[in-house]
């Protein structure tokens, strides 16, 4: 390479690439020797104009140079162990950083929207005696504190019911753990560690917070697509964002529906995933099902007065096969009522005294949700996988992931 010339590399900066010319030669040989051996550089330089195309380095010093050639040909999403195993690569790559600039507008324009409409956002917690036991088959995990036995929270709906009562209007973006079954990682939408945007409003109805929720979804999209257009369009080109009111079915003509398309689906049980999956194929547009049976449910949601055996309550599903997106409803807040369904569920009432004594000081009616955040991406995106739409991400039946 001859000393004299003015050499050329390309550096990315963040999820940018621009094209560095290079004066130094001893520079320009370390640096083009590690482009040979396919290994990492990463270098300080001072430029001008590096949102063009091409720039020439007035100072550029190799800052850290890599041992090895990092292996990127194992960040393939479509083998979620070695995708989860090598996050730490795929962060690296474009294609990535693009997704969590995209993810970090969702969460920016869901704060702002709710910031608007009164709520007080607070830190989530992480432990707790009891946590969430309506999972739907998946598993709780726990460790001990101070030889006590506690649960990682796999859910915060409690915490959430009691804080409306002391502020009215909270949320929390919280990261919940569920052991979900291995076989999940086959609907390309479960993930072990994830994150919900929680909240809860005291006073409001069933139908409150479904309007809410509606126009929680559509400022987002609004928000993104004038924030980050460009990058939304390179993934998902034919994007429209879904206008409120959007549609409804009960949970029974969701079921009658799922056996129309050949999923078996009990009566009084919860849809299946793959029933959830033709339904969700099924439509074009966000659609609510409401008033799922309340045997199937968590104990801290409202029976239907007019029928029992139903919940008022609800899951907003994404169409085209991305599934559930959104789950709430009205929460149970007579002390009486929620003792009795702990009981048919057969839960340890020792771990949930903090709760009760609370209901037993009394907590007002309220209404939340929990929005997936990396669900919520996913569609937005058009991304195949769940595991894609977050940083170090956990797919179910994985192990050794970061």
Known sequence: MPASRTESFRVRIGDREVKVKVRNP??????????????EVFVGLKAS?????????EDVRIVH???VRPPYEDVDPSIPATFARRS????????YQKVL????????SARRFLEEEGFTELLPPVISTASDPGLRGARKLKTVLYGREYELMSSIVMFKQVAASALGKVYFIARNVREEPPENAATWRHLVEFTQLDLEQVGASMEELMRLGERLISRICVDVLSEAGSIVREFNPGIECPTPPFKRITFREAAQLARSLGEP???????????????SKHFSEPFWIVNFPSASRGFYYLRDPRDPRYNRDFNLILPGGFGEVMDGGEREYRYEEVLA???????????YSWFLDALKIGLAPSAGFGLGI?????YILNLRYVWEATAFPKPPGVTDAP
């Open 374 to 378: 990396e669900r919520l991406t996913r």
């Open 49 to 57: 104009n590096l949102d063009g195309g091409s720039v020439v380095a």
């Open 341 to 351: 369904r702990l009981n048919e569920l057969g839960e340890d009432l020792s771990k």
């Open 88 to 95: 730490y690569l795929a962060i690296r790559l474009p294609k």
């Open 26 to 39: 001893r520079v320009a040989k370390l640096l083009q020797e590690s482009v040979n051996a396919g290994v």
């Open 265 to 279: 689906t009990p009566e009084y049980g919860e849809l299946t995933q793959k029933g959830e999956e033709a339904i």
């Open 65 to 67: 140079r890599g041992m």
């Open 101 to 108: 600039k995209v993810q970090h507008v969702i969460l920016k």
